[in-house]
């Protein structure tokens, strides 16, 4: 028997349709938003996801499915989705247009990673990218959507949020961050010591409590902001708090992925264990810029399906359409006639094999059908069908030309 790959998974029956209630609640609102679907492809060049994640970045260094393809290109499976849009915006020469443009998108995503609860090699995200709107109003708009795609899926989550800074402000801070750093150079764990020289802000998000214990006093770069990131920031908080919604903010909260400033959030859940973030995003303003477009701010978001899947709310399933059956063998094929005109407008389950009532009845429940309607022998003689309203438990006789 051959098995999926490590940290990959088959979805079916109710995970599957755990994924479509997600994929389909989180589509609804993100239409109500004015969001586009964007399909982009999985297989990209590799130097997509170096210039834009980032050569730093734990997802570039360890984590890609890279491989030469047949003709010799660097290739890789996407591991997140942004790039890939910001790559397709550029080429499409959406970057030279004045209008904003917001997609919505989702689909799996590979990342070479020690697969435990909650991470998944391959995974998948649904997620959306808005570009051309710089004003943070944009970000606390971004924010209260996915916040409300977690209040649709009946989800409680903790909202933690940062500001980067900006090309004015971010490096001066990294200068003073490292200067820290060195000092404490020797406590720190191996990976600090190679980010220290890589990345040095990913130290402030190093997992290790022995680390973060010796970081509680580094300098923060939400009191190292220049004026336009913290007026910004101060209104993103001020704008959250009129709107009720609960948010920590976080000066650790880094993200794994180079291509931010300003605004970062994630969403996390403390009901699925370590792997906590079920949602993660902020803006990228320099990003299509980095991908040879022009200019163009730029913010979104992704969410974690399999992780939501653990947690979601299913909704109540109603009862839906019609189970045919016949008690005799001659009343199939009428059956399947009046299946292909009613499947024009509702969702039809036929039975193919004449069966007793009781048997019948079981295959009602099995497929939830909201009408039952059977054909024995009287009936057939008498060109009538035997109805059952489930819901209402009302029986009757009807002609079958009328059905
Ligand atoms: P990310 O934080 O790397 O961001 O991923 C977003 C979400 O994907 C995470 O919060 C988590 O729920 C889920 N996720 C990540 N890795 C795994 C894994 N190995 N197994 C299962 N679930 C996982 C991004 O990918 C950015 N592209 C988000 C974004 C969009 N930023 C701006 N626009």
Known sequence: MINPLRGMKDLTFDESARFVHIVTTAIEIAKRYGYGYIETPILEETALFRRSVGESSDIVGKEMYQ????GGNDVCMRPEGTAGIVRAFVSAKLDRQ????KFYYYGPMFRYERPQKGRLREFHQF???SFGEASVLEDFTIITMVGQIFDALGIDYDLKINSLGCSDCMPPYKQKLIGFLTEIKEELCADCNRRIDTNPIRVLDCKNAACQTLLVDSPKLISNLCDACDTDFKQLTALLDSAGI???VDTNLVRGLDYYNKTAFEFVSND????????????????VEYLDGKPTPGIGFALGIERIMELVQMPEREREGYYLGAMTPEA???LLLLA??????DKVTVEYNSKGFKSHMKGVGKAHARYALLIGEDELENGTVWVKDLESKEEKR?????V
């Open 246 to 248: 609960s948010y920590e």
């Open 340 to 345: 292909n005109k009613k499947r024009l407008t």
């Open 127 to 129: 997620g959306c990218e």
């Open 98 to 101: 004045p209008t904003k443009q």
């Open 67 to 70: 491989f030469e393809d047949k």
């Open 398 to 402: 009807l002609p079958l030309a009328k």
């Open 272 to 287: 699925i264990g370590s792997q906590s973030a079920i949602a993660g995003g902020g803006r990228y303003d320099k990003l």
């Open 332 to 334: 199939v094929e009428k």
